[in-house]
């Protein structure tokens, strides 16, 4: 069965102090994986795609890294307006097929 | 960027009633559409797969005759909850893919029945 594991549930950070979030996947065919922010009470915004094991995207303190089993999101010197949570998601096999989702890692940021 | 629309964002209703929620994709054709359900603290669920001009396809354990999907335009495909009941409250997506790869979702609707 195809499967998403996000880790930790939750990560709570000082403002300035870098950490790394975990999505670990069990899947046949991935086609990408996926990363999106999700605030309370709103829809998911896209962050990054990652297609194959050693891809590396950046979005100011944001780095998303893949490898053939799980994909890292670090976060670097974050911010209090970072937090919220943080989704997983992969495509298998066609194109144009349902996203699967991890449970997401929520992220609390003080100053 | 690819938008997609939803309305309403919240909506409370009474145990029996129905209702409608709206997905739009503004600036591109979807001919495919999913939608999600969220419940606390708990991932995205795929509840169906919207396709434009036939019937959707239902995951597993989703009642299709209480989540009707319809999916009439290539622009529009409406979620509505027939005779919601309060364990019905959760928190609804759906999502369009204008690309092969890419997708881009709503912001979600919240409906709480009492």
């Known amino acids: 069965e195809d499967q998403v594991t996000q880790s930790p549930e939750a990560l709570r950070l000082q403002e300035g102090e870098s950490s790394s979030l975990n999505c670990s996947y069990t899947?046949?065919?991935?086609?990408?994986l996926f990363w999106y922010r999700q605030d309370p009470g709103k829809g998911p915004e896209f962050l990054f795609t990652l297609y194959s094991a050693g891809e590396e995207k950046e979005k100011e303190r944001l780095k998303a890294t893949l490898t053939k089993k799980e994909s890292f999101l670090h976060i670097t010197a974050p911010k209090p307006e970072d937090s919220a949570t943080y989704l997983c998601a992969v495509q298998i096999n066609q194109a144009g097929t349902a996203l699967i989702f991890g449970k997401g890692t929520t992220l609390s940021v003080s100053s | 960027g690819a938008v997609v629309s939803q309305h309403p964002s919240r909506v409370i209703c009474k145990s029996g009633t129905s209702v409608k929620i709206e997905c739009r994709s503004l600036d591109f054709q979807a001919t495919t559409m999913f939608w999600y359900r969220q419940f606390p603290k708990q991932s995205l669920m795929l509840m169906a797969t919207?396709?434009?001009?036939?019937?959707?396809?239902?995951e597993q354990g989703v009642e299709k005759d209480k989540f009707l999907i319809n999916h009439a335009s290539l622009t529009l495909s409406t979620l509505t909850v027939t005779s919601a009941h309060p364990e019905d409250s959760s928190f609804y997506i759906c999502?369009?893919?204008?690309?092969?790869?890419?997708?881009?979702f709503g912001s979600g609707t919240r409906l709480t029945v009492v």
């Open positions: 919207s396709n434009e001009g036939s019937k959707a396809t239902y």
């Open positions: 999502s369009a893919s204008p690309t092969a790869r890419g997708y881009t």
């Open positions: 899947v046949s065919g991935l086609r990408g």
